[in-house]
Every structure is written in C-alpha cells, then in structure tokens.
C-alpha cells in the first residue's frame, strides 16, 4: 500500500529564516505564493516587469521583482512558469544566481526529466506537483483543507531535500489531503500521458466524435450535446468521488448494463495500441521535442487547432445552451 504524507509528517519550521522566490504568478504560481505567505512563510514573487502579472501580484499585496532580483535574494527558488518558457528563462535569469545550498523546486517534472534545465552542483532539486488547477489549490487551502499533491526529490545534496518538499505542500495546504512520494520520470510520463489519452486529448475527441454522429443521424444538435457533454460532469463527480465502481452503483441498471457491454467496443484493443504507441513518444522523448519545437516556431498547429475549434458546431451549440440555462433573478 502506498504512503501518504499529512501535517504530522511536515515540519513548516524547515522554511524558517529562508526566502522563497516564487517565479510565475499565473495558474500555479498565484495560489502558491498567496497559500505559502498565509502559512507564514516568507515569500517574494519574481515576474518579468511590466508584465500583465506584475499589477495582479501587487494588489494581492505582494512587492513583486524582475526574476533575477528574486533569484539572487531566495534559499528556494520554485519555478512555476509555463513548462515551455521555463528553460529560457532558467537560461537567462536563474542559473548563473543558484549557489550552493539552495533549492530549486518544480510543480511539474517536464524540464529537469527531459533535460532541458540541468542545475548545478550542490543545489537541490525537488517537486511539489498539487492534483488540480490553481484556482482549486486555493480555494481548498480557504476552506481549511487542501488540494493532493505528488512530491519528489532528484537531487539532495544537503541531506534534508524531501523535508523542503513536505513543508512546502504543507505551506500549499497540500498535507490536509495527503501527498503521495513519486520521481520526476514517473510523474512528468504518467502526467503527459493522461492529459492526452483521457482528460484532455481523449475525452474531447470522444465527445467531438459522439456528437458529429448523432447530429449526422438526424437527432438535435442540442439534445446530442446534452446526451453526451453536458451530463459529463455528473459521471466524472460519481468516479471522483467513490471510483468507478460508485458510479456503475449511482446510474440507472440500463446505463449499467449498455455501459459495461458496450464501452470496450468503443475503447478496443485497437485503441490500446494506439495509447501503447503515445506512451512510447512520451517515455523516448519524442513529444517534448515535438512539444518545444512547436513552441519556438510561434506554435502553428496548436493555433490552427484553436480557430477551427472555435468554428466547430458544438461549441456554438453549447454557448447557446449555456445563456438559456443560467440562473435567472
């Protein structure tokens, strides 16, 4: 059985008399940096001036600084800025600062697991990677609880990296709901892998393709949006909350039956070899490179997705659906 870590295991006092730069103040960084600085911890936000973040940053009562500034001042630099923008900025603003001694903290392990970032001697290297988007670490962290988190640790020169870790999901909330010890490899593969096989890539492209066959066989486009996007939401809280067990238990004994007869007919082994396939770009290296190539040539294709996403039917339909049923005064 796995472990979990709670409050009990992190010990907050391992912060105490450090300073932490928190760089990024987007989706991760700002719940972040407001969790930790309400948990006591002594925090700085670094940020590129001018920046659209840097007025954000200042009314949440933060005195933020240009990435170097925060750099140079920190004992625990945590980069939270997008994945393809961290090696530049790593390159340009934090690496010639990083002394011995200090640590160097990731919400994600793409970078250091691909080797695009590699730190120096004598700085340690850790992960803190929250469950949920930024808005939930927040806003759980309001509520008196937390958001799960995975920790890990690749390089711990000064004998005490893991314990950094612990006390910074502790400061995030994170130890409320329990962390779970994994490795940058395991986290970054497994984290690429279910964003493009299920949450993301394949639970959109199995809606796009269930609503385009019911509209192509005569049924509403309004109806087939609800049939097969809207309630979508409803099945993914049972499976939250109970697994997928508790969710087979909640729906009626026809959903029950067509679902556990009919789904591996959709999800084939075909599929699978396709899955197989997507795992093995990820494990070679093979989507970062793509990923960062994509990037630095001003990201055509993922444009080109975007705009005739927006031209899509569905998302017409849904925008209409969405102003008829909003709460009314």
Known sequence: ???????????MDVLKGKRIAVIGYGIQGRAQALNLRDSGADVTVGLRKGGESWSIAETDGFAPVTVSEAVKSADIVMMLIPDEVQSDVYA????????????????HGFNIHFRRIQPPEGVDVIMVAPKGPGAMVRNTYLQGFGTPSLVAVEKDYSGN?????????????????????????????????????????????LIGRAFKLLVSNGYQPEVAYFEVLHELKLIVDLIQTGGIENMWDNVSNTAEYGGRTRGSRV?????????????????????????????????????????EAQKEQIEQVGKELRSLFVRKQ
């Open 161 to 205: 990296a893991f314990g950094v870790a612990l006390a910074i999901a502790r400061g995030i909330g994170s130890t409320k709901a329990g962390v779970i010890r994994t490795t940058f490899r395991e986290e970054t593969e497994t984290d690429n892998f279910g964003e493009q096989v299920v949450l993301c890539g394949g639970v959109a492209e």
């Open 1 to 11: 059985m796995v472990n979990a870590y709670y409050d009990r295991d992190a010990d």
């Open 267 to 307: 999800i084939d082994d075909h599929v699978v070899g396709n899955m197989e396939k997507i795992l093995s770009d990820i494990r070679d290296g093979s989507f970062a490179e793509e990923w960062m190539n994509e990037y630095y040539r001003e990201m055509p294709t993922l444009r080109k997705k975007r705009d």
């Open 92 to 107: 340009n603003d934090v690496e010639k600062h990083l002394r011995k001694g200090m640590t160097l903290e990731f919400g």
